[in-house]
């Protein structure tokens, strides 16, 4: 069946530190794959997405490519921020309409 | 502009109430849909309305009845919830685009305490 897997969390760095979390999937097909961010009280925003295989997604200084070798769409920032703190889900969506999500993956940033 | 409103930010209720959830869009997104949030957890869908009609219902019980009255409105009606139903509450939409994926646009959501 279809699924999502992310790096278990939380993860913590400290500012201005390199940060990837992984995401991995198992899909038929050939699915849309998006990050959210969801900060604390908050709903869900999308923070990027890719399409097709080696689509690069990028937004705010996080990057993602869409590696259809590998299924991965791992989550990249060169130096995170105090603000980048918050749950990030990696989901795709494989034409149903509806969203398959990760896990989520707490990340905490300490100054 | 990519806003999804909903309201009320925050709901307490009884289990004997009945209350309603409302969430609205102005993108021309044709396609709405509400999910479940329980803490530390993914979304979980409950329902999509895909032109008004409701498309996908994820085995919900029937103390959830979802409404659509327009392209921009959707509803939640709640009624005799339990305490397990409190959660986060998040709508979103999305343009309805045949055969492709197109992208979810969430709400802020409504969090929900059932006494």
């Known amino acids: 069946g279809n699924s999502v897997t992310q790096m278990e969390g939380p993860v913590t760095l400290s500012e201005e530190a390199f940060l990837t979390i992984n995401c991995t999937y198992t899909?038929?097909?050939?699915?849309?794959l998006f990050w959210y961010v969801q900060y604390p009280g908050e709903g869900l925003q999308l923070l990027l997405k890719?399409?097709?295989?080696?689509d690069k997604g990028s937004n705010k200084g996080f990057e993602a490519t869409y590696r259809k070798e590998t299924t991965s769409f791992h989550l990249e920032k060169g130096s995170v921020q105090v603000s980048d703190s918050a749950v990030y889900f990696c989901?795709?969506?494989?034409?149903?309409?509806?969203?398959?999500f990760g896990s989520g993956t707490r990340l905490q940033v300490q100054p | 502009d990519t806003e999804v409103t909903q309201t009320p930010k925050h709901l307490v209720m009884g289990m004997t109430n009945k209350k309603s959830l409302k969430c609205e869009q102005h993108m021309g997104h044709r396609a709405m849909y509400w999910y479940k949030q329980k803490a530390k957890k993914p979304p979980e869908l409950m329902f999509v309305y895909s032109y008004e009609k409701l498309s996908i219902n994820e085995s919900v019980p029937s103390r959830f009845s979802p409404e659509c009255p327009n392209s921009s409105l959707l509803n939640l009606h709640l009624h005799a919830l339990q305490p397990e139903d409190s959660a986060l509450y998040l709508c979103?939409?999305?343009?309805?685009?045949?055969?492709?994926?197109?992208?979810?646009?969430f709400g802020p959501g409504t969090r929900l305490l059932v006494l």
């Open positions: 899909a038929t097909g050939y699915p849309s």
């Open positions: 989901a795709m969506d494989t034409g149903r309409r509806a969203l398959t």
């Open positions: 979103a939409s999305s343009q309805e685009e045949a055969g492709t994926q197109a992208t979810q646009y």
């Open positions: 890719a399409t097709k295989a080696d």
